[in-house]
């Protein structure tokens, strides 16, 4: 397999990982700021989320030579699950609980029926 080959396989988990990395720094970034006036924080989540759109929006748009929407949007949401999960514990400085686990896990389970195929 070549580079070109692989691009549209692995762009979309690469460039969703990065981008959801934008995101979530713009929707939970601000709740260790919670003094500051809602409208800034508001404006200041915008201009994040901008760069998050400029990855996105590129890797759905390779990806879906591949991947079907529903399959990008799976990936997309176990992204976030995992990145979030970094950023609750290591920037928020929150505790994951055992239900947090088994709540991810069972949505990584439905996950995975998404990318099921059908035999035959």
């Not at 176990?78 to 979030?84: D, G, N, R």
Request: a positive charge; one cysteine or more.
């Amino acid at each position: 397999m070549t580079f070109q080959s692989l691009w549209p396989w692995a762009a979309p988990i690469l460039l969703l990982s990065v981008s959801n990395l934008f995101m979530t720094a713009a929707w939970y970034g601000h709740l260790k700021f919670p003094s500051k006036a809602l409208w800034a924080v508001v404006l200041i989540s915008w201009g994040i989320a901008f760069f998050e759109y400029c990855l996105a929006v590129p890797a759905n748009r390779i990806g879906h030579r591949v991947w079907s929407a529903a399959e990008l949007k799976t990936i997309q949401e176990v992204i976030t699950l995992v990145i979030f999960s970094g950023f609750a514990v290591f920037y928020l400085g929150e505790s994951l609980t055992w239900s947090h686990a088994a709540g991810f896990g069972l949505i990584a389970l439905g996950a995975g029926v998404i990318f099921l195929r059908p035999l035959g």
